[in-house]
Structures are given as C-alpha cells and as structure tokens.
C-alpha cells in the first residue's frame, strides 16, 4: 500500500476544487498534447476520443476533480479505480508509463494556472497523483498475474488469426478469432473486452476494446462490430479497417479479456439484460452463458434498434431464446421501415424506457444489467432509480471514455 497522504497535502489538494471547476478541461487538454508529444506514449491511446468532442479530457478532467473533491474520502469512488485498472490492463499499461503522466499533468497545472500554480501546490498534486498511482499500479499487477496464471490465460499482446466474418446488419459484422498459436484461450466473464493493438497502414498505430460477443469457451472469441462514421474519420478509422480488410486469415493482435461489467454466474436471480444499438454485443455473451448453463433463469432481453437494416444479430438471439424457457424477448424499434411489420420483426414502436421496464420486468427484485449510447443509459439509469431500483441492482456498459470514470456510479450517470 501507498504511503498515506499528509494532512496538508490532503488540504491543498481540496483547496484546488474551485480552480479544476474552472480550468480542468484546459489542464487536461494540455496535458494531453504535452503527453503527446512522445509517440511511443501517444500510441497507448484511443486517439478517436481525443478528437472535436474532447471526450478524453472531459473524462480526465471530471476524474482530477472526482480525485481532488474525495481525497480523504476514496471509499465515495466506488468501483471507478477498479474500471479504470480493467481498462487500463487492456491497453497493456505498466508501471514505467506512469512519470511520463505525472510529468504532463503537473507541467499542464502550471501552464494553465501560471503563477497560481505554485511550488506547495506542484508538490501537493504530485504526491496525490503517486499515490493513486501506486493503488492503480499494484491493482494491475495484481490482474496482470491473474489473467497469465489461468488456463489459456496470457499477459500482452497474442496473435490471433479471423477464423471467420458474418454480416449482423447492414453495419454491423462479427468476427471470430483463434489463437495463432494454436492453444486455448482464456475463458472470459460475460460481459467483457478484449483490447485491440491494430497496425493500419498509413495510419498511426490504434487502440481499441471491443466486446466479447460469444460465451466463454476454450477456443474462440467472437467480436461484433459497428462499422462507425466513414472511412478515413479517425473515430471509424478502426471499425472501417476490420470491414473492409479484416478477413479470414487476417492476424489482429489483443490482450486478454478485461472490463469490470459481467454477468453474475453464480446467482439464479432475475436479470433483464437491456441494450441499444451496437450495445448488445455483450448482452449476446451474457444470454449465450445463460442458455448454456442457467436455462430456466428468469431473463428478460430487452433491446433497442433503428429498424431492421441495422438490427443485429435478430435471428441468433431467437434461437438462442427458444431453447430456454426463461428467456422473454422484446425488440423496440424506433423509426421501423415499411418492411418492418410489429408482432414479426419487432415488437414496439418507440424507444425503450424505464416505465416500460417497471410494468413488464420484476423491478422489485431483478438486476438490470445496460449497454448503449450514453443518453440511452441517462435516461434508463435515471428513471430506474426513481422506481426504486437501488443503484447495486443497476449496472452498465458503454463504449468510449466515461465523463463520470471517477464518480460514484449509477447516481452520477444519471445525474
């Protein structure tokens, strides 16, 4: 364990809160382009969320002040270091990463804050950030050994070779990938990513997760993508790459499995497994475990499209729900094609919401496990609190940065 924080650096530290309100997305914008300025560092990041929306450093920037607003109370951090430690094991992040961090972020505090940035408070923020530093170092270790450890299991980079693609939607497309190597893989939770080191040519080295779409196995992962944006924009610059060249024999590169959302196996309560979009590709790992080995779990899918030219993976979950009695299915779709007839290719028109979750699911006593785009998760998390949900009977994924990573879970998502 780390060294406790002093008293006075504690106070410092909270006397900070007003100036991160104001500048902290500044800080972290130009910590970024300080960090950035070495490539072999710059290379570890998804640069898509470092793009117009600045979703990185709005996440980085909510995270200090999360930090600096709780650093005598962590315990109010709830499970955020566990999910940064889970992402930051899927990029393969080590120890000596860490100073060129420390580094950028204390420069970035004195360029933006210039002369009120002084030596007592340089000094306070370095040492607050090596502590965290130190729990987020030994919690990855401690992952680190574990995932190396278990059978098929294995730390850094592996090869695996595109067994076979499937076209899902008109945008959406699975991949199954083997070990190059011929061995087993590690069986992963439900639920989970696998983190992608892709070398695109003419393209700078890219970062990316994404969600394990099959149930754990000894032999294969399945990945299902969303071909995002258009080619050439950095944040399809990945997911346009896997379309149009990742085929059967292709080798890709990932960690092991990571993430800290995931099906809780070893309980026979309810679930209501509720996704939109593209966010059902862990919710397909989930239902798939569940049909394997808890066939008569009460289950209720509830899932979210467009329509059906982009509704994936319909027929797999049908056949998958008519093999255990447990499972009910519902598919919303929000604007159907003419094509598109209710009681056949969907169920109801519209968006999925957390009143039509209160009326059809058992909200007294399920867990509600969520994937989708962030005002999909607002709006659901929001509105399942208020129907008395107890936030540890919510959980949720979504794909990209979290704004609130350093925040007290469901609450502040919905806030």
């Not at 080191?197 to 779409?213: E, K, M, Q």
């Not at 196996?265 to 397909?284: E, H, N, Y």
């Not at 989930?286 to 979210?304: C, D, F, K, N, Y």
């Amino acid at each position: 364990m780390p060294t406790p924080l002093s008293d006075k650096t504690i106070t410092i530290v909270k006397a900070t809160v007003p100036a991160l309100e104001a500048h902290g997305v500044e800080i972290t914008r130009r910590m970024y382009e300080r960090l950035f300025r070495n490539e072999a560092i710059r290379d570890l990041f998804n640069q898509s969320h470092q793009g117009e929306t600045g979703s990185q450093p709005k996440a980085l920037a909510a995270a200090v002040l999360a930090y600096a607003r709780n650093i005598d109370n962590l315990g109010a951090l709830g499970g955020a270091v566990e999910r940064i430690v889970q992402k930051h094991v899927a990029l393969n992040i080590l120890p000596e990463h860490y100073p060129f961090v420390a580094e950028a972020l204390l420069g970035a505090i004195g360029d933006v804050l210039g002369a009120a940035a002084t030596n007592e408070i340089l000094a306070a923020w370095g040492e607050a950030y090596w502590f965290l530093a130190e729990i987020l170092i030994g919690r990855e270790a401690a992952v680190y050994r574990e995932l190396a450890s278990q059978p098929g299991g294995w730390n850094g980079w592996r090869d695996f070779v595109v067994e076979s693609v499937a076209d899902e939607s008109s945008i959406i497309r699975s991949f199954t990938l083997v070990p190059a190597d011929g061995g087993k893989v590690l069986r992963h939770k439900p639920g989970q990513y696998l983190g992608f080191a892709l070398d695109i040519p003419g393209v700078a080295a890219l970062r990316r997760n994404y969600s394990i779409s099959c149930a754990p196995n000894d032999r294969a992962y399945r990945i299902t993508v969303k071909r995002e944006a258009t080619p050439g924009v950095p944040a399809g610059a990945a997911s346009n790459w896997l379309h149009d060249h990742a085929l059967p024999g292709t080798i890709l590169r990932a960690a092991a499995p990571a993430g800290d959302f995931f099906l809780d196996t070893d309980s026979s309560t309810p679930v209501v497994l509720v996704s939109g979009g593209v966010g059902l590709t862990p919710m397909v790992s989930m239902l798939e475990t569940i049909v394997e080995s808890q066939p008569q779990r009460p289950t209720w899918w509830v899932h979210g499209a467009l329509n059906s030219r982009v509704h994936a993976m319909r027929g797999h979950v049908r056949n998958l729900a008519a093999q255990a009695p447990g499972v009910s299915l519902t598919t919303f779709y929000a604007e159907p094609l003419s094509r598109d007839q209710a009681g056949s290719a969907y169920d109801i028109q519209g968006l999925v919401s957390a009143s039509w979750l209160a009326q059809n699911t058992p909200i007294g006593d399920a867990t509600y496990y969520l994937c989708g785009p962030k005002p999909f998760l607002h709006s659901l998390i929001g509105g399942l609190l208020s129907q008395g949900v107890p936030s540890d009977r919510i959980r949720y994924e979504f794909f990209g940065p979290a704004d609130e990573v350093l925040a007290p879970d469901a609450e502040t998502l919905a806030a």
